[in-house]
């Protein structure tokens, strides 16, 4: 039962690491360009594992 | 039956009920945080706000909504109201996308006629110089309401022909989300009824750009009207959503992409704008709005609070232009591209002959829509933007060209060597592609900057535009309404009053747009109350009085068509199952189309315009049947 | 064909799809929408980078960090929890998918009373000029946002609680879990463009 829930955990993990990476780069050396990457990663992790945007285009998943 | 139990006057009620609501709520919370209790603003911005829900609640059009959030299931219902005559469900929440289709053209027909009696009233006054009978405050007023009144008519007028045509043409049963579809239509009425009652409250004398800073400062009538766009704006977004999910997953067996009619390709591509930029002009309008209401100061560089000191510029109306016309370039691309897809649609049909490049025209309206979104700042060569980027957008601008130069060698490939029938409908067509000529062949003069600067603002850009709108939506569409009325209906219109509706309107348009042009050329400028009688060697008043006197005879026409099929539909000969041999999926049903349009599923056996090739393009029923 | 099996043929023709074509007619529905609200988000994000500036330069009032960072974190937290629960539900383990849904909803509660009561009350106005302008146009359309994600998964849980949704057919779950997610989606841009990117100015 509990493997089902791993996926989300490591997400959950490398999403909060993200966001620490953001804020350390905002006070120590601050660049826009390196922002907007660190939130494109996250805005992929979250479409990926958390929004199943693959669900769109794949034939499976009508549940 | 009652004249209660008619969904329109319920609606209409719960709007005046919800209106009056939301100022009281206004007045408590006032109250309540110690603050003169009326303020007649906030309270009609709220009221506006409620009273879409009110229209939306008290017409019917969330109730399955209310009922999925208590987790009742709600079957769709099918046929008519039970109890009600049948004529009944055209003024109540109906599911059906043909019933839906005739309430947004007929909506849509009514508000372009009142739009165009704002025309008429104000072209009367610019008949002579000087002030006749419209204040200063009255005539910019109704510039605007002409404008935004007529871009909700041709918004409707699109709706109306994709929610009717985009099933029946891809052999679906209905929208994929119907309801949402209901919502869609309903949501236009209480819009457009705040943006006509903008006129008790002040009227707004900005034009239908709405640009601030006078936006941001005129009388309360602003308010109404970006309320009521907002309503509009978001029936364009439900509406595309529905097409684009209906386009890609409801398409019967065999019908690929490249074998739909090329009408349901113009409606994919405008769907794609609808979607994503009207968003843009619904944003521009909410930030006047909260600028007026609570003083955020988006587009005000001398907005500056107590101990605040005033940034470099602070804000910057320039934004808004931006932003606005991110939506209202696009936007025309909106109108224009269902209205092309219907001449390509009928050309073949009435020259019995395959459509020129079936392909590249399918492409081209894509391409239209794509390079539609990088050329909004052409219409800012003036405004005092970044000079850089004028070059650019004029190259994006001109680009433009391209993909419509491919639409007219496809007609005129088309018509090449045609056998050629004249019907109503056809006659339409040959006159928008006219009409669209003239727009188009203006465009790139106001596209280039250096002949655009001394033309911006001048009556010759309201030329060019009235020619594409006309050439790309008015004409086509009163095609389509002439040629689908059969299929609407199941009767003939009057042939001859259709007849004499195009000879009076199409010389009549092409003396206003050349009018038009010239005023702008004498240097008339444009969304002014009054001018200077001497311009143009002291004949523009001639010219404004032809103008004026072609504006009415458009009107003429126009009427002619509405009695027609007022009478028709009572008198009118039997249309029988398709009177113009079409090939296309809706013409092989039965005319008018019946409650479940397709007794079995629709086949694709052929190309869409093989006209003169023997075989078919669609059949019904298993395969073995034929 | 004999009449009977006609009849059959239409009515099978007519009726509504199955579950399974509906669920992916909604689902690209629901994309759809938030393709359209993306452009509405960034005409927000393009307004703050054209007026945050200073002599061409990205500037930013100055915010309370720990709070941005905070509000941050519990919107993170709550897009896993939310997640949680749509898995839950797949494994039909009601429990937990009640338990997660929940759970989303207070931090969801959370972050707004972060956003409304502490943000908002802090020293910018929506009136201070376009630092306060900006400010409250994006906080404001986000808790929007934000607010009707937590009536939704109310009503999702509301509905769980009677017995709806199962394993096989849960598409209210998985719209709710998305919306959720497309709201967090947001805010990971939106928290760096207000709160980290460009020169802090006293505001």
Known sequence: ?63 | ?626 | MSAVAAHADVEAHVAEADYQERTRRNRLGLWLFFVSELFMFGGLLVARFYLWRENGEIVRPELDQNLGLIITSILLLSSYFMNRAEVAIAHNDRTNFLVSLLITAALGTVFLVGVVVFEWGAHLRPWDGVFGAVLFGMTGMHALHVLSGIILILNVWWLGTKGHFSAEEHWGVEACAIYWHYVDLIWIFFYPALYLIGRAVPA
Do not use: C
């Open chain 2, 1 to 626: 039956m009652t004249l209660f139990s008619l969904g329109l006057v319920r609606g209409i009620i719960g709007q005046v009920i919800a209106f009056l609501a939301g100022m009281a709520l206004v007045v408590v919370i006032r109250a309540l945080m110690g603050l003169p209790a009326w303020a007649a603003e906030p309270a009609w911005v709220v009221g506006g706000l409620v009273s879409i829900v009110g229209f939306l609640v008290g017409v019917g059009a969330l109730s399955d909504w209310l009922k999925w959030i208590r987790g009742e299931e709600t079957p769709l219902r099918h046929g008519p109201p039970e109890g009600k005559p049948a004529w009944v469900r055209y003024f109540e929440v109906d599911y059906n996308h043909k019933v839906i289709g005739v309430q947004y053209t007929v909506w849509g027909l009514f508000l372009l006629m009142t739009g165009g009696f704002f025309a008429l009233a104000f072209r009367t006054e610019l008949v002579q110089a000087g002030i006749q009978f419209l204040g200063y405050d009255l005539f910019n007023s109704f510039i605007g309401l002409h404008g935004i009144v007529m871009i909700a008519a041709i918004l409707l007028g699109v709706g109306g022909m994709a929610n009717y045509l985009v099933p029946l043409m891809i052999g679906a049963e209905d929208m994929a989300f119907p309801r949402l579809n209901a919502l869609g239509f309903w949501i236009n009425v209480p819009g457009t009824l705040l943006i006509l009652l903008s006129l008790v409250v002040g009227g707004w004398d900005a034009g239908w750009t709405g640009y601030p800073p006078l936006s941001a400062r005129g009388p309360i009538g602003y308010q109404l009207f970006f309320l009521g766009v907002y309503a509009v704006g978001l029936s364009s977004i439900v509406g595309s959503i529905n097409l684009i999910v209906t386009t890609l997953r409801m398409r019967s067996k065999g019908m690929s992409l490249f074998r739909m009619p090329i009408f349901v390709w113009a409606v994919f591509a405008t769907s794609l704008i609808q979607l994503t930029a009207t968003q843009l002009i619904g944003l521009s309008f909410l930030m006047v709005l909260v600028e007026r209401v609570l003083g955020m100061g988006f587009f005000d560089p001398g907005v500056a609070g107590p101990g605040q000191q005033l940034m470099e510029g602070g804000g910057d109306p320039l934004l808004f232009q931006h932003l606005f016309w991110f939506y209202s370039h696009p936007a025309v691309y909106i109108f224009i591209l269902p209205g092309l897809g219907i001449i390509s649609e009928l050309l073949p049909v009435f020259a019995r002959k395959p459509l020129f490049g079936y392909k590249w025209i399918a492409m081209s309206s894509l391409a239209i829509a794509l390079v539609g979104f990088l050329v909004w700042a052409h219409h800012m060569f003036v405004s005092g933007m970044n000079p850089d980027l004028r070059i650019p957008f004029m190259f994006s601008t001109l680009l433009v060209a391209v993909p419509t130069g491919v639409k007219f060698f496809s007609w005129v490939g088309t018509l090449w060597g045609g056998k050629l029938h004249f019907p109503t409908p056809m006659l339409f067509v040959l006159g928008a592609i006219s009409v669209f000529l003239i727009g188009g062949l203006t465009g790139p003069m106001l596209a280039t900057v250096t002949t655009d600067i001394p033309l911006h603002d001048t009556y010759f850009v309201v030329g060019h535009f009235h020619a594409t709108m006309f050439g790309g939506f008015v004409f086509p569409f009163f095609a389509a309404l002439y040629y689908w009325y059969p299929k609407v209906t199941g009767r003939m219109y009057n042939e001859t009053l259709g007849k004499i509706h195009f000879w009076i309107m199409t010389p009549a348009f092409w003396v206003q747009t050349l009018g038009q042009m010239t005023t702008g050329m004498m240097g008339m400028r444009r969304r002014i109350a009054d001018y200077d009688p001497t311009l143009g060697a002291g004949n523009i008043e001639a010219v404004h009085l032809v103008i004026t006197l072609a504006g009415f005879a458009i009107a003429l026409g126009v009427v002619l068509m509405v009695y027609n099929f007022i009478q028709s539909a009572e008198v009118g000969a039997r249309a029988g199952v398709n009177p113009w041999r079409s090939r296309s999926p809706e013409w092989q049903i039965p005319s008018p189309v019946p409650e479940h349009s397709f007794p079995s599923p629709l086949r694709v056996v052929g190309e869409p315009y093989d006209y003169g090739r023997p075989g078919a393009y669609v059949a019904l029923g298993a395969a073995g049947d034929d």
């Open chain 1, 1 to 63: 039962m509990r493997g089902h829930y791993r996926t989300g955990i490591l997400v959950l993990i490398a999403l909060a690491v993200l966001t620490g990476i953001e804020y350390v780069i905002a006070v120590s050396f601050p660049s826009t360009a390196l922002l907007f990457l660190v939130a494109i990663m996250k805005a992929a992790l979250v479409l990926y594992y958390f929004m199943h945007v693959t669900s769109l285009w794949s034939e499976e998943g009508g549940h």
